[in-house]
């Protein structure tokens, strides 16, 4: 039997920082986000990445009957979407109207809330949810945590918001060996009380599930894709799409789960290393190989929870660096000052029920500007780098600080 295949995408882009001077910390009502950068980098990556990708992707869907993708949009690019983009955010509900795109949920603001705050945590899982149907017609029913950040509580904590499915990287230490293409549930446990009425007053969904399948990102094979396909040095150079489906096909399991972020194409992989035609190629190929390309919840109709082994995942885990841990935004001394600062305001900020220093406490939240302060070294330091858009990580402390500073200020006001 042919594996299916589970194409998605991760749509991201933070509200990055200006560099507020410290003679404006306190000083009035300052904006904190580089909003000439962020509608530079936005119309860029738009350019060469969302209206071609999007373009491409339609025809794809429209040519071959059993093509089907799915799309994780986080709230901030959606709000970009409409401060930048118009075009994309169009281009993006022009897919919605095929009927075979599936729109999964998140937290609005790409936030490491699941793991600090349960009910920011839920309050963004829920914002998100209803902007979803708003711009897409469409309920999520399958959640991707920010950063693919997952253990066992966070996902009974996706089935008690009504979610039947729940993404997380397919990492070798919880595997022990076993095939990411296969569907896996987690271990069944309560939550405390408490947390269960946290989770039960802010649920986005009319009620829980049931059950919930965790579907694993086969890292290997998406790998070879979004970081290894114009690398000359890498043994698999130049990949070919009839490669690549026969690498597909040899990998056993029900689906092999394809995830990785939307700016692969055209944006890391630019259009002259051939990504485009490699990803126009690949239906085609499949159809005739008798592969199907599903969604998410296509697969977990199919589930059979009985015979679904169990994913138990005590410590978090994430799709980033060689750790697969939270070390990318937690890591150093500075990440964990600036993490803990922010939470400590949550009261303090949604008690003023002013709303425009709640957007702006809630876009400093975004995981991204953690990641930049990451201090690691060697390849995983390379690849935080390639992302940051600033000269350092301690520019990116500094920059931080300096915001969450006149924040503090703001709230003493």
Not at 107 to 134: D, F, G, N, P
Request: aromatic residues 14%; glycine residues 4%; contains cysteine.
């Amino acid at each position: 039997m042919n594996p299916r295949i589970c194409f998605y995408f991760q749509v991201h882009q933070p509200y990055r920082l200006r560099d507020l001077r410290i003679t404006e910390v306190g000083h009035g009502d300052v904006d904190y986000f580089d909003n000439t950068k962020n509608g530079e980098i936005f119309r860029k990556v738009a350019e060469k990445c969302y209206l071609p990708a999007n373009a491409l992707m339609l025809e794809m869907l429209e040519n071959h009957p059993d093509f089907h993708i799915s799309y994780s949009l986080s709230g901030v690019f959606l709000d970009q979407c409409k401060e930048y983009g118009p075009d994309v955010l169009e281009s993006f509900q022009k897919l919605a109207a095929t009927g075979k795109v599936e729109f999964l949920a998140e937290t609005y603001y790409h936030s490491l809330a699941s793991v600090v705050s349960l009910e920011e945590y839920c309050e963004q899982v829920t914002k998100h949810v209803r902007a979803i149907e708003e711009l897409f017609g469409m309920t999520p029913t399958v959640f991707r945590n920010t950063e693919l950040i997952y253990n066992n509580e966070i996902a009974q904590i996706a089935r008690l918001m009504g979610f039947n499915g729940i993404i997380s990287e397919g990492a070798d230490a919880m595997l022990q060996g076993r095939n990411p293409n296969d569907p896996f549930r987690p271990p069944t446990f309560r939550l405390p009380a408490s947390r269960e009425k946290i989770v039960r007053k802010h649920r986005p969904l009319p009620k829980r599930a049931r059950d919930i399948a965790v579907l694993l990102k086969n890292y290997k094979l998406s790998d070879d894709v979004a970081f290894r396909f114009s690398d000359k040095s890498w043994v698999g150079y130049p990949l070919d799409a009839h490669t690549f489906t026969d690498w597909l096909m040899n990998s056993g399991g029900q689906s092999v789960n394809l995830f990785m972020d939307y700016e692969t194409f055209g944006e890391h992989q630019w259009e002259d290393t051939g990504i485009f035609d490699f990803l126009r190629s690949l239906p085609a190929i499949w159809q005739e190989r008798g592969i199907k390309a599903v969604t998410p919840s296509q697969i977990i109709a199919d589930w059979n929870k009985d015979h679904a082994h169990v994913y138990d995942v005590h410590d978090s885990i994430s799709w980033a660096d060689m750790e697969r841990d939270l070390s990318a935004w937690t890591g150093n001394h500075i990440q964990d000052a600036a993490l803990q600062s922010i939470y400590t305001l949550e009261h303090q900020v949604k008690m003023t029920g002013n709303e425009k220093l709640i957007e702006a406490w809630r876009k400093l939240l975004t995981s991204d500007h953690f990641y930049y302060m990451c201090t690691k070294y060697w390849s995983d330091g390379d690849v935080h780098k390639y992302f940051s858009p600033y000269e350092s990580p301690y520019e990116a402390y500094r920059r931080y600080s300096h915001a969450l500073a006149d924040l503090r200020s703001r709230l003493s006001a």
